[in-house]
């Protein structure tokens, strides 16, 4: 009798802490997602939960805890834009990932479309119009029309098991 692939893996208690540890197997880009908030203040946080939703037409989608003190800046936003980091950008990421601090002060960025900060020197940009949101879990799903992007050819920084790590060889 052969075995499936879940019975030659230790099975794990669901928990959010193995869960957790689970989905930190699997490698994602990491992204900063910027809009402006109702007052036109920039807003920014590092986030790695996103991914391309359809080609035609051309939406993304990325996710946001309910509880982050963000959540009202980006559901206000009526565009967002999604800056996908190089991998010369650790600094960049920690920076955003912080709840405190003038995350803009250093570092160039320009107003993109609907006034949305673009940081630069990213692998790729996409700016978006808000399509729809959806509240699943504990968390938000933002979906964006892409309405315009960037594409420069540098590695993207990637984030797995906890750590950043940066492309190794191409196969």
Known sequence: ??????????????????????????????????????GGQPVGLTANSFASLSLDPPLVLWSLRRASSNLAAFEAARHFAINVLAETQVDL??????????????????????DCP????CSAVFECETEARHEVGDHVLFIGRVLRLADLPVAPLLFQGGHYRMVGEVL
């Open 1 to 38: 009798m052969s075995q499936t692939p879940a019975a030659e893996t230790a099975i794990e208690p669901l928990t959010p802490q193995a869960l957790r540890a689970a989905l930190g197997r699997f490698a994602t880009g990491v992204t900063i997602i910027t809009c402006r908030d109702a």
């Open 93 to 114: 990421s920690r920076r955003f990932a912080a709840s405190k601090g003038d995350k803009f002060a250093d570092g160039p960025w320009a107003d993109g479309l609907g």
């Open 118 to 121: 673009v940081l630069a020197g």
